[in-house]
């Protein structure tokens, strides 16, 4: 590597947020020039997908590659931290980017997209990696804010009554989940006298040492849970999601369902796993249902009932919905709930094995869920396009007349319901491996959580194929009848559908690396070595 | 004494911001997100506590510690990492509310009314 032009070292770990950032300026500079401006977009975000390539390159196995902002060192700079788990969810978001912004072009009409689209993407972008890479809390805060600023104007973006309506339900619910965002960080601030997420995990450790309560700390992290699970669309935040996902451009809405969401499951397993696993309770909370003094003896039951409540809000919301859009969102609630299911499973266990096939679970569902989920609303936007209606009372007979629409979304279905190969068997094969091992160590309410899997999984099955019966099969509808092949969004479908089959197919790399991205979330003492937080006496 | 009446003040701001989001008024919403999103500033001041002298290092002088940190001694400088950290904040809360006011007069355009029960997503 070393006679290539290519970063190497620290300075890669800022290359994926620079390229999105510099690809953002670029088309902003270049909003007179539409041709230039989605060549710039598409050639930019193919660069992304190469610095995040090489990134991931120098970090896999299991190594952590941190950068100190402006050489300053911590706990008193920004630290930006690239370990496994950071590099997988920046490839997850790699891949669905690149799939986007390719739809975007041929899918969002000219004006659109000579407004403002491509710069507020590519900076929406920025904002993911940066929250993927960032190891100081505060600095989280802001990319999130940088991240949130353009899904705003994305869900606004056609700019109807219906958009505005969803645009302003949406902001003010996000506007009041950033000040308790602030509100949290300056407590944990107060009571642990750290911003650095590795440093705070090395004083969480040794409370005594440091003069840390545990038990505000606790609280103050209950609090950050909140606005995380808005972010994820948990049940009882996940009211905003399904009005949210119809306003938005169906690529958009690929793009919030796919990554955006995964942002919010990325912050529970680091704060949650990494640092605030380190936090003991001086006593047991004298509360029914939890036992146990570790932060996670708390947080575990609560994400589990939130787990199982989303996989039922989502999958009986999607059962009866009347169009596309609205079976997707509420789909994605349910499979939400599926990827932290694990997580609740494996936040009460003490066998380290099982914590890591836990988190292991948890990702590889993200990825399917990312891949596949993306897909279906990408199927949504190219049915609109094609037949110019999404409503499922309006459509029937896709199969005879878009054989290629018809069968990407019949790979992304099967896709979510877990047929194998394809990539969502092994995740729910997880999810279930990690809840029955659970219950055969003895973990209390994991028979529950079998169940409640089970229940979601055969609600996955009901609402999808009443979408297909209805949308897909049977008499060729009047729209259907006339509709139109729109050749470039039916490709990318068609390759995204293909990545569904070749991520099952070829799922032994997917889960080597899900499993590294686990023992990297799991590694606390390696990751504040890592990152290295100066020892600040106190003498 | 200082302590108790910002805690006081705090509440009471919260407790405003609250009162105006939970309005059937938009723009009564967005007064209560940006009183909410300016009483989270203010809080995040208090956090770096309330004592000490301004923390300017002088040429030649001995480094200040602050008074945030454990046995600071009695010549303590207040914390001003939460000062930078509430810059960034406010900037950011200035864009959003920018935002949220113009799409209240997109709102107000589209549906002819800035009365919550009457604006319906469908």
Redesign the interface.
């Known amino acids: 590597m070393s006679a290539t032009l290519a970063p190497t070292g620290p300075h890669l770990v800022i290359a994926p947020m620079l390229v999105a950032l510099v690809t953002a300026i670029a088309t902003l500079a270049t909003r007179g020039y539409p041709r230039l401006n989605r060549g710039l977009s598409v050639l930019g975000n193919l660069v992304y997908v190469g610095a995040v390539a090489l990134l991931a390159a120098a970090v896999l196995p299991n190594d952590v590659v941190t950068y100190q902002l402006s050489a300053w060192l911590a706990p008193f700079g920004i630290s930006l931290v690239a370990d496994a788990l950071a590099v997988f969810m920046l490839a997850l978001a790699a891949l669905v980017s690149l799939a986007v912004v390719v739809f975007s072009v041929a899918y969002v009409d000219d004006q659109g997209q000579n407004v403002s689209y491509h710069p507020l993407y590519h900076f929406m972008l920025t904002g993911v990696s940066g929250a993927f890479l960032t190891g100081d809390i ?1 600095n989280l ?2 990319w999130f ?1 940088v991240m949130l ?1 353009p899904s ?2 994305f869900v ?1 973006f056609y ?4 958009h ?5 339900q949406y ?2 619910l996000n ?2 989940g ?3 965002m ?2 949290a ?3 944990l ?2 009571t642990t ?1 750290t ?1 650095n997420m590795a440093d705070m995990a090395r004083r969480l450790a040794a409370p005594a040492e ?2 840390i309560a545990p038990a505000p700390v606790l609280g103050l992290a209950a609090i950050l849970l909140v606005v995380f699970a808005l972010k994820a669309g948990i049940v009882p935040f996940q009211f905003w999601v399904p ?1 949210a996902y119809r306003a938005a451009p169906a690529p958009i809405s690929a793009f919030l369902a796919g990554v955006t969401k995964k942002v919010g499951i990325y912050a529970i397993i680091r704060l949650y796993f990494t640092v605030f696993s380190a936090g003991t309770l001086d006593s047991a909370l004298g509360l029914p249902g939890f036992a146990g003094r570790s932060f996670l003896d708390f947080f575990g039951p609560v994400l589990f009932v939130m787990a199982l409540a989303s996989i039922f809000v989502g999958g009986i919301g999607a059962a009866s919905r009347g169009n596309l859009d609205d079976v997707f969102a509420y789909s994605s609630i349910g499979q939400v709930g599926f990827i932290v299911l694990p997580l609740a499973v494996v936040a009460t266990v003490t066998d380290p094995a099982l914590q890591v096939l836990g988190i292991v679970a948890a990702l590889v569902y993200s990825l399917n869920h990312a891949v596949a989920k993306s897909l279906l609303f990408l199927v949504s936007g190219t049915v609109y396009e094609s037949v110019g209606t999404i409503q499922l009372s309006e459509l029937g007979g896709i199969t005879t007349r878009q054989p290629v629409i018809a069968g990407s979304f019949f790979l992304g279905m099967l896709g979510l319901v877990g047929i194998p190969p394809l990539s969502g068997f092994f995740g729910k094969l997880l999810v279930f491996d990690t809840a029955g091992r659970a219950l055969a160590a003895g973990a209390p309410g994991t028979g529950l959580a079998l169940a409640g899997a089970l229940g979601g999984a055969i609600l996955t099955i009901a609402y999808l194929s009443r979408a297909w019966s209805r949308g897909f099969w049977g008499e060729v509808s009047p729209a259907v009848e006339e509709s139109t092949r729109p050749v470039v969004l039916v490709g990318v479908i068609a390759v995204l559908a293909l990545v569904v089959v070749a991520i099952g197919v070829g799922f032994d790399p997917v889960y080597a690396t899900a499993e590294a991205a686990a023992e990297a979330a799991l590694d606390r003492q390696g990751y504040v070595d890592a990152v290295g937080p100066e020892v ?1 006496s ?2 | 004494m200082t302590q108790v009446i910002l805690a006081l003040v705090l509440g009471l701001l919260f407790a405003l911001g609250t009162y105006l ?1 939970l309005r059937e008024d ?1 723009v009564r ?2 007064w209560g ?1 940006t009183i ?2 300016q ?3 203010v ?2 001041v208090t ?3 309330l004592r000490g002298r301004a923390p300017i290092l002088g040429h030649g002088s001995e480094h200040p510690v602050a008074c ?4 600071a001694g009695a010549n303590c400088v207040t914390d001003p ?2 000062q930078a ?1 509430v810059l ?2 406010i900037v ?1 809360g200035f ?2 509310t920018a ?2 006011l113009v ?2 007069y ?2 107000y355009e ?2 002819g009314t800035i009365d919550l029960g009457e ?4």
């Open positions: 505060f805060f802001v804010e600023m705003y104007v606004v700019s109807g009554p219906r505005t309506a969803a645009a302003l902001t003010v506007l009041v950033s000040a308790l602030l509100v960080i300056g407590g601030y107060a006298g911003l440091f003069g009005p600040v106190d003498a | 989001v938009v919403v967005v997100v909410i999103s009483s989270a500033n809080y995040l956090m770096g506590g945030s940190v454990p046995n990492l939460v950290l960034t904040a950011i864009g959003t935002f949220a799409l209240t997109r709102v589209e549906h604006v319906r997503a469908e």
